[in-house]
């Protein structure tokens, strides 16, 4: 998605959404195909929808939190609207499959609607252990007059919030897990300082967020065998230049690989995301240039670089001359492999339309 260099220098990279598509996916002659389903459209507001954040909670119950415009024109580019300079409120779809999601209603989360002092344009959610639902959100770099982490809460009937979280001033990208006991929360902030804070759920309390990397932004985690995995956009060497992998197994002493895992030869690369996939991890992220897509690369053994496959597309984001976003991956394993993303496609994916949330059932690679 476009970056914004806070607080007065704008990176404009263009994102891409999906054309529609069954069976084998190649670009460029790239890598080796992979089975795709026809995209499925979830949400149908007029106005800009984007970020999913998923989880599945307890009962098996499906919850999709999205970010949804105020601005009532939705079209990036129509009368000047330009999307990451929105403010947003906070919605969510439960259903009991992913299906199902298509058709359940919209959510506002209470109090989101009022807010003012922070865009609210990025959400990650989860439910801890004890049942509550956590819904963290930013401004990911969108004008605002307190731009720290803000997190709602449901305790499965009331919500309460925005609560600050101190510490996380001009915090741009976020993403949220819970593990051994802890709420863990990656943020960028300040000129693309990456960092980690967390919820001791027993002390009730927040630790002083500690830095991960420098030049990184839009960092996403997974755990896995007692140790966690986060990929992250590299700003080092020009913006979005590669994808990186940190790990840790402690939260606090991190290791990242020496060059990127994955990277797009002559395009920006924003938005990664991890999935672990049988004996796999998978990456998904989303390259840009004129238009921007969803790309994919997996891997066995993670932190050599090497070891990733040749990245393929999983959407092509163009018609003819027409082009748009598609961006922020969030992918699923439950059974097959789902991915939900943000696209401005219309609903024949020949035009650019308002933003909306999209999903696709993902095979695997053939080789």
């Known amino acids: 998605m476009k970056k914004v ?15 529609p598509m069954a069976g084998p ?19 149908f507001s007029l106005r800009y929808d984007r970020n999913p954040s998923f989880f599945i909670g307890r009962h098996g119950t499906c919850w999709l939190f999205f970010t949804r415009g105020r601005n009532p024109i939705g079209i990036r580019g129509n009368d000047g609207y330009d999307p990451d300079f929105d403010s947003y409120d906070i919605y969510y779809k439960t259903a009991r499959s992913i299906p199902a999601l298509e ?9 989101s609607n009022l807010v003012t002092n922070n865009t609210q344009r990025d959400v990650a959610a989860l439910q801890a252990h004890d049942g509550t639902i956590w819904v963290f959100t930013s401004s990911g770099y969108a004008p605002s007059t307190d731009p720290r982490i803000f997190y709602y809460k449901y305790d499965g ?5 925005p609560t ?3 510490g ?24 693309y300082v990456l960092q980690v804070t967390s919820y001791d759920e027993k002390k009730a309390s927040w630790s002083t967020p500690q830095i991960m990397h420098n030049d990184a932004t839009i960092a996403k985690g ?54 672990k996939d049988r004996d796999m991890f998978r990456l998904f992220w989303a390259p840009s240039n004129s238009e921007q897509f969803i790309a994919t690369s997996r891997s066995s053994n993670p ?59 993902i095979g695997q690679e053939s080789r």
């Open 303 to 361: 932190t050599d670089p090497t070891s990733w496959s040749t990245p393929i597309r999983v959407t092509t984001a163009s018609h003819g001359t027409d082009n748009w976003w598609d961006f922020w991956p969030q992918p699923v394993k439950r059974g097959a492999t789902y991915l939900f993303y943000t696209s401005e496609r219309n609903s024949s994916g020949t035009a650019r339309a308002d933003g909306n949330i999209w999903m696709l059932e």
């Open 157 to 161: 009937a009331n919500w309460s919030g």
């Open 168 to 191: 996380t001033s001009y915090a741009g990208h976020i993403d949220a897990l819970e593990y051994h006991g802890k709420i863990w929360v990656f943020f960028d902030a300040w000129e």
């Open 222 to 275: 997974i755990t896995h065998g007692g140790k966690f995995y986060v990929v992250w956009a590299s700003m080092s060497e020009g913006a979005g230049t590669g994808i990186y992998l940190s790990t840790s197994t402690n939260g606090a002493t991190w290791t990242t690989t020496s060059s990127p895992v994955a990277s797009w030869p002559g395009l920006t690369n924003w938005d990664p995301a991890l999935i």
């Open 164 to 166: 600050p979280i101190e």
């Open 103 to 111: 058709k359940a209603a919209d959510n506002l989360v209470p109090g």
């Open 25 to 43: 996916v190649k670009a460029d002659g790239r890598g080796p195909a992979s089975e795709v389903s026809q995209p499925v459209q979830i949400t």
């Open 5 to 19: 260099l806070f607080p007065t220098l704008t990176v404009v990279l263009a994102l891409s959404l999906a054309l």
